[in-house]
């Protein structure tokens, strides 16, 4: 019984009550346990490793995904064929379709407004234009798309104006389309000949200031003619004043008549396939400005339509050519027309082309029955196949570019199922030179949006790439000297209680909201600099000068004086000299601008042609330098702080100076270290957001110089991504940014692993 009770430490041995084990079986546990905290450190660390690499490769996987759709080609699918809802033998000249595709509408060449459905061709509604009896429909022309205006030219001499409409209403909570047709200019036929000649071709557009209507007269007259309405409020009665004027004829037989919405400009096709431009800006003045070839000799303009705004008029030649044209002003100040672009050529002439709504995009028609979807800005032929086995006569676009009619000469319509998402998008567009509507030269540019669907979006992603590259050099400028500088002082040269003190202080600095400096660099530094350019420069330029000066003053000093100070904190000699500086740079600031740069530095700049804009790159530098500086410095000095104490107290033994140990000893082993420091604090430069927001004017602008502001890819993206539409072309491609930076990004890390690792093992044998 007692040798049981003494076998059995549990019971028996006083130390075991106290939970005391032999040594031998207390080593064993503990070396249990420190193999499973080894084991858990291992894999736990593994597998946050290969989670981030994982969470990385997600965020590349949702960009790329939401980056995708953008290179969706366009497609057309036929969904239904029926008869053109017209009399017998008329020939469409103008199909349209309303925004829920419901209801299509056909004006045709006898004066006849059909409204039918779109899924099956039954009619709606047939309307019969108020056409004179013995007078002949002559001519036909449409305004830009989203006015639904159109207006016939009649063998008398006069036009008579149309608009078709479309009432919403909800009976039995159920969506029903009531299609109509208005008369703006009145019912009667609207006299614009006084002759009473047959109009050959006629032209009208609506503007703030009434209608403008064009025509070519059978004996080769060119009238102009400006309508203006206005209704009395107590009677209601609508009065028409018309003003027409008859301009010179070219020098060519006239076939067709263009005039723009803005009612300056009147286009003449020419019979010889020449385009011939008119100044109407004040009629009774009217002259012809210039007269351009469109098309070889030989071949015919056989068909032209604005673009959404009238600024671009596309042309369509016999020999299946399409180009596109607008006015730009020269340096003359006069607008001229400037040949923007070709597209591809289709196999047959030219029959109809359709613009889009609210896009600088348009389809054309020709005579083998094939269709082609072209895009202006982005220079791109989405889609070019035959849809039909017979000249196309119209094409109707869905505003919301989903559905597609297509009348052709065999009096049928097809209703076709469309596929055109994204057509702005081409990497031409994106990182080459554009040529944009009233420019005379191609340029890099991003403006997405405006007030106004006749804008042109400009998405070039050069002026942010290089915004981005710009704010990280000139922060990378103000922070890589300062960060890599102070690091090799403080590891190697300052007082331990000192460093103790300084490192930790940087090192917080690097938890300061970006948003605190931004709105400091916006609202405080950026006006300081505009206020005291003679101070900053001077700042820039003394401070070295008077601290290597104070620093060799020092080092001649007397050794009894020196001593003093003990070593490691020479430094703080440098402080009165920094801050008496500094206070002499700023108070002397306005005597300097006023002896050397007439008063106003910011206007000399201007005056020797620097624009100068408040916040610029040289706040963001310094306000971006600021942010970056901790990153750099604390890397940076860890890296020189853990180079072997055996090198450098080695190096010492053999005779080197404290700096020659640094630059022989220190410098080469801590490299890469410091190298790495360097790219952490680009990285970090490259991905700052809310300091460029906030500081740099926000200007997308090709200017590489340091007083101009900019705009880089990640302030471009909070900027613009609340107010974009989900899933529109401008939604995508600011994904596409993210994209971008994502890419930079990556390829500048691995670039500084590469040659991290090479220096590191080039220095490896020290």
Known sequence: MNESVAASPE????????????????RARLRRWRTFKDSAARYGIGTAGVGVVIALGLIFVYLFSEVLPLLTPADVKPLQRYELPVESGAQPVYLSMERYEELGVVFSDRGEV???????????????????????????SHAETGQNLAVYGLSDGRVLVGRHTYGLTYPDDRRYIDPGLEYPLGEAPLELDPQGRPLKAVAIQEGSNGFAVAAITADQR??????TTSTNVFTGETTTERDTYTLSAPPDRMRDVRVTEDHRAVFVIGASGSLHHYDVTHPQQARLLESRQVVPEGEEITATAFLVGTRSLITGGSDGSLDQWFLARGEDNVRRLVHARSFEDHEAAITTIAPEKSRKGFYAGDASGSLGIHYATSDRTLFLEPVADAPIKAIGVSPVYEALLVATEDGAV???????????????????????????????????????????????????TLGTLKAAFFAMLFAMPLGLMGAIYTAYFMHSSV?????????????????????????????????????????????????????????????????????????????????????????????????????????WFTDIGINYDQRNALVVGMAMGFAVIPTIFSIAEDAVFNVPKHLTQGSLALGATAWQTVVGVVLPTASPGMFAAVMMGFGRAVGETMIVLMATGNTPVMDFSLFSGMRTLS??????????????THYRILFLSALVLLVITFIVNTASEIIRQRLRQRYSNL
């Open 414 to 464: 097809r209703f076709m199922d469309l596929r055109n998402p994204h057509p702005e998008y081409s990497l031409q567009a994106l990182w080459g030179q554009v040529l944009y509507e009233g420019n005379e030269e191609p340029m890099y540019q991003w403006q997405s949006s405006s007030a106004s669907d006749e804008f042109e979006p400009k998405f070039s992603l050069v002026p942010l």
């Open 114 to 140: 059909g409204f039918f459905e779109t899924g099956s061709g039954k009619v709606r509604e047939r309307i019969p234009l108020p056409v004179p009896e013995g007078v002949e429909v002559t001519a036909f």
């Open 222 to 227: 060119l009238l102009f003619s400006r309508i």
């Open 11 to 26: 019971r028996g041995v006083p130390g075991a009550q106290q939970g005391l084990l032999p040594s031998g079986r207390r």
């Open 499 to 603: 460093r103790g003190f300084v490192k930790p202080t940087v090192e917080i600095m690097e938890a300061m909201p970006t948003v605190i400096l931004g709105f400091l660099a916006g609202l405080w530094l950026a006006p300081f600099v505009e206020n005291h350019l003679p101070a900053v420069f001077s700042i820039l330029l003394l401070m070295p000068l008077a601290m290597i000066l104070t620093g060799l003053g020092w080092s001649r000093l007397p050794d009894a004086i020196r001593r003093r100070v003990p070593a490691g904190l020479e430094m703080l000699v440098l402080v009165p000299v920094v801050i008496l500086l500094g206070w002499v740079c700023v108070a002397l600031s306005p005597v300097v601008e006023l002896l050397f740069f007439g008063g106003n530095m910011r206007q």
């Open 715 to 728: 302030a471009n993206v909070a900027v613009e991504m609340p107010e974009t539409a989900v899933g529109s």
